[in-house]
């Protein structure tokens, strides 16, 4: 079973560039968004290996790398792909368009 939390915009589109990380706020979370063909994801914006912000980091394809030691992120799952020993993985955020807004929320699993 799972919960969800209430639709929030964080940005405006056209603030988001393919390629470019895009930091946000969800309440006082802090969250990543990008876009990737077409596609915006938004991930939780802290790496778990040593806290970095995700939106200094890059986008190469469908990943997300963190800024400080390099763990790959799938955009569309938050799997760690690689990284140093023992890093977790990112949340995601489900995402919609609104006209010239995206909004997001959570899912957590109960
Ligand atoms: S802080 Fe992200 S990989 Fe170390």
Do not use: N
Not at 81 to 95: H, N, Q, R, S, W
Request: with cysteine; proline share 5%.
């Amino acid at each position: 079973m799972a919960e969800t939390e209430a639709w929030q915009r964080v940005a405006a589109l056209a603030d988001i560039a393919p390629g470019a990380p895009f930091g946000a706020q969800y309440g006082e979370r802090d969250v990543v968004l990008a876009v990737h063909d077409g596609q915006v994801y938004a991930l939780a914006g802290i790496c778990p290996h040593a806290y970095a912000l995700m939106c200094d980091g890059f986008i190469t394809g469908a990943e997300i790398e963190c800024p400080l030691h390099a763990a790959a992120f799938e955009l569309a799952t938050g799997k760690c792909l690689t990284g140093p020993a023992g890093t977790g993985d990112l949340a995601i955020y489900e995402v919609r368009i609104e006209g010239a807004d995206v909004l997001i929320r959570s899912c957590i699993a109960a």
